[in-house]
């Protein structure tokens, strides 16, 4: 069925109508629209002033986060380098302690291996025997000379030597050594 033109047309200028209504509702007035456009107007400003700004503003958030991840990397970092040396240092305690064990208990063992303090005494007493008897003829030997240059009539025989006199003196003659002929 087909409608008729003239019904048509009704319908067509009652939608035409309604679309008016509806602009017209939608529409603003000249006070609306200065408004709007100062609220627009204002926004777009905002907005270009915030575009300048948005590098500098990022470039300080960057190097604020950047700042703030160093910190957060050295403070990481110094507490495991901490706990690293603690663990290490509590290693190294234990091996100290377990080395002086071990000492301890090797010289026990040489102390019980090489006689003890018997033996212990019997060396002291052996090395001050022979740094007596060695002090004993570096101070003889000077002694003697002493005594042959102060005496030597008394000391000229036993030293090797030969007694000479002459008129006004007596002589002692010590060959240093003897000569051989060639």
């Avoid at 101070?139 to 090797?160: H, L, M, N, S, T």
Wanted: proline share 3%; charged share 25%.
């Amino acid at each position: 069925m087909s409608k008729d033109p003239f019904q048509e047309l009704v319908d067509e200028l009652t939608a035409l109508r309604r679309s008016i209504e509806h602009i017209a509702r939608t529409s603003l007035d000249k006070d609306e629209a200065k408004k709007l456009n100062q609220i627009v107007t204002a926004a777009v400003l905002k907005m270009a002033k915030a575009a300048e700004d948005a590098p500098g503003e990022i470039q300080g958030a960057l190097e604020a986060d950047r700042d703030q991840m160093a910190r957060s990397a050295t403070q990481a970092a110094t507490r495991a380098a901490e706990s690293a040396m603690a663990g290490i240092r509590h290693d190294l305690d234990n091996e100290r302690v377990k080395l002086s064990q071990a000492a301890g208990e090797a010289r026990r063992e040489a102390w019980r291996w090489f006689g003890g303090f018997w033996v212990w005494l019997v060396a002291m007493l052996a090395t001050g025997a022979v740094i007596g008897v060695l002090a004993m003829a570096l101070i003889q030997g000077r002694g003697d000379a002493r005594e042959f240059g102060q005496y030597p009539g008394v000391y000229c025989g036993p030293a090797g030597g030969q007694r000479m006199e002459t008129d006004t003196w007596v002589y002692c003659a010590v060959p240093i050594r003897e000569k051989t002929l060639d």
